[in-house]
């Protein structure tokens, strides 16, 4: 059964600074990785996919690595701001399902 | 245009009710999903239909009952609702059942049973 864990829990810190956000799970037959971002009382909106065959994928100041072999996938925010403020989810597919974690509540503090 | 919707938005209802949520999608995927966030955050999915037929059930109550009546619509219906049963909802569909692809998530039905 895949087991998907998120560190930290929570994280706040001052506007500017970079975000790292860890993600690990137990099975590494995975079809791909999602990270996605959830505003409080909304829905999930997909912010990174990667392929299992993919190390990386970047869209603006978002990077998400990862090592398949060690179960691990970190997303990077660069030049955090206020607006990033949400709770992020990344997410695994194998056997024809998505496994999440429990999340990153993440505030940026102007 | 939305690409995942579902109705309605909030459900609040009594034991014992039974209820519908529908799910509708207009990207043209063959497959959807419903998934459930209890009051922990955790989400975890509960059925996966591809073009209309069952190929996910998640260990779920029989009180709860997927219907398909095209590839573009997924409703879930309750029977006898429970108190645990307090969570929201989502539907979500995706290009093939591999989930090779990327999910995208309908906004999530907020169930409340007094």
């Known amino acids: 059964k895949q087991e998907v864990t998120q560190i930290p829990a929570a994280l706040s810190v001052p506007e500017g600074e970079n975000l790292v956000l860890n993600c690990s799970f137990t099975d590494s037959a995975i079809y791909n990785l999602q990270w996605f971002r959830q505003d409080p009382g909304k829905g999930l909106t997909s912010l990174l996919l990667?392929?299992?065959?993919?190390r990386e994928q970047t869209s603006g100041r978002l990077n998400a690595s990862l090592d398949k072999s060690s179960g691990r996938s970190t997303l990077y925010i660069a030049a955090s701001q206020p607006g990033d403020s949400a709770t992020y989810l990344c997410?695994?597919?194998?056997?024809?399902?998505?496994?999440f974690g429990a999340g990153t509540t993440v505030t940026v503090r102007a | 245009d939305t690409a995942v919707s579902q109705t309605p938005k909030y459900l609040v209802t009594q034991m014992g009710n039974d209820k519908s949520i529908k799910c509708e999608q207009n990207l043209g995927h063959d497959t959807m999903y419903w998934y459930k966030q209890d009051s922990k955050k955790f989400l975890k999915i509960m059925f996966s239909y591809n073009n209309k037929e069952l190929i996910i059930n998640e260990t779920v109550p029989n009180r709860f009952s997927p219907k398909s009546p095209d590839k573009a619509h997924l409703n879930l219906h309750i029977n006898s609702l429970e108190l645990g049963d307090s969570a929201v909802y989502f539907c979500?569909?995706?290009?093939?059942?591999?989930?090779?692809?990327?999910?995208?998530f309908g906004p999530g039905t907020r169930l409340t049973v007094l």
């Open positions: 979500a569909s995706s290009p093939q059942p591999g989930v090779a692809g990327e999910q995208f």
């Open positions: 990667i392929q299992s065959s993919q």
């Open positions: 997410a695994v597919s194998n056997d024809y399902k998505l496994s």
